[in-house]
């Protein structure tokens, strides 16, 4: 059987945590900032962990996360 290739995009958006959840960056934080409120663009910082439906696609395409 031949090795599986790591989807490399995703590689470099995903990260695995210490209890092995995938965690991501939200969007919308690129341009056009200035009509954002603060406290939107500050809360747009943060990591999410990613939603339980889209789990399954994300270990298919990072094997060995």
């Known amino acids: ?11 470099k958006r995903f990260k695995k945590t210490g ?9 919308y934080k690129r341009h056009i900032l200035t009509k ?3 406290k939107n663009k500050r809360n747009l910082r943060k990591d999410v962990v990613v939603d339980a439906t889209n789990v399954s696609n994300m270990k298919k395409i990072l094997p060995y996360m």
């Open 1 to 11: 059987m031949p090795k599986m290739k790591t989807n490399r995009s995703a590689a």
């Open 19 to 27: 209890t092995g959840k995938i965690v991501r960056n939200k969007a």
């Open 36 to 38: 954002k409120s603060t």
